[in-house]
């Protein structure tokens, strides 16, 4: 073994102690990263709360008591047995979103938050439900939510944690409850159908109705169209005749007929009514002098 002795022993130990010292120092500087905070601890006592950055670390009368994440957090609770206030016994799950908002509340407030947290929700959502009917917990989950979030973030105030919101996973009713469920909501869409189906043959009924009330209306218009048009042709063929039978009596009006050309008109009137159907033909007086006439006409000739 050799042993140094002399100035050459004590600079190799005084250059140990300045590695140890450098390494000690080196190793007292710790860097908080962000949305991180150090609780530190000076000689057992609560000393200060490290942010993000750089920070000296005394050896030995400081240290670090407990590292606290800032960042919101998300817990999924396992299913608890509830009961309702109708005597129903369900598994309920929940989810729970979190931030730490005190470092310091955090790390001395409870011992074990999280447990806490845990056994806090579960009675909370014990509370709630007893004071609710089957019913009602299934369609009240909104409800539910915000009366749990409002509880839980007042309970744990002193805990530095602030409660952001509160989710019903899962409501599992019994099996015999889930399949009467499922039994009424069968019945109540096959209830649906029939409704539907029934609305259907009823509007369809209805367009049938007033296609046919359509078509009658517009025959029936179109017939008084039609009977509309033939009156006012015959009108109008009546005053036509009416107005060449004016034209025509005005005619002979104005040639001022005498005696005889009445007379010839007349037989041609007779003629034309012989021919006819008529057994009975009443002569006016006024032609009983037709034969005189002829016969004159006739002496005359022979002249």
């Known amino acids: 073994m050799i ?9 190799i130990v005084l250059l140990v102690v300045l590695l140890i010292v450098l390494i000690v120092v080196a190793s007292s500087f710790r860097i908080v990263p962000q949305a991180h905070a150090y609780v530190i601890e000076k000689l057992g006592a609560y000393s ?5 950055g750089v920070h000296f670390l005394i050896p030995i009368i400081t240290r670090i008591s407990k590292k606290v994440i800032l960042k919101e957090q998300v817990v999924d609770w396992q299913p608890q047995a509830v009961i309702t206030k109708d005597n129903v016994t369900m598994q309920i799950d929940t989810v729970l979103f979190y931030t730490i908002t005190d470092p310091k509340a955090y790390t ?12 806090l929700t579960a009675t909370t959502l014990r509370n709630i439900i007893g004071d609710l009917e089957l019913d009602e917990t299934l369609t009240s989950r909104d409800w539910i939510n915000t009366k749990m979030r409002d509880i839980l973030d007042i309970a744990t105030d002193p805990w530095g944690i602030k409660v952001n919101r509160v989710e019903l996973k899962n409501i599992l009713p019994p099996k015999d409850i889930r399949d009467a469920m499922e039994k009424q909501m069968r019945a109540e869409r096959e209830r649906r159908e029939s409704i539907l189906r029934a609305e259907g043959v009823k509007q369809s009924q209805i367009l049938q109705a007033e296609g046919v009330k359509q078509s009658q209306i517009l025959q029936a218009e179109g017939e008084k169209e039609a009977a509309i048009l033939d009156a006012e042709g015959q009108a109008k063929a009546i005053i036509m ?32 009514m012989s021919k006819g159907q008529a057994t009975k033909i009443i002569i006016p007086s006024d032609i009983q002098g037709l034969a005189g006439l002829t016969t004159s006409i006739k002496e005359i000739i022979k002249d």
Do not use: C, H, S
Request: aromatic share 6%; no cysteine; glycine share 6%.
């Open 108 to 119: 001395y407030g409870v011992d074990n938050p999280l447990l806490a947290l845990d056994k």
């Open 48 to 52: 200060t709360t490290w942010g993000t």
């Open 3 to 11: 042993f140094l002795a002399g100035p050459d022993a004590l600079l």
């Open 241 to 272: 005749v009416q107005e060449a039978t004016a034209r025509g009596l005005e005619m002979i009006k104005n040639i001022k007929p005498d005696q005889p050309l009445l007379t010839l008109k007349a037989y041609d009137a007779l003629m034309e």
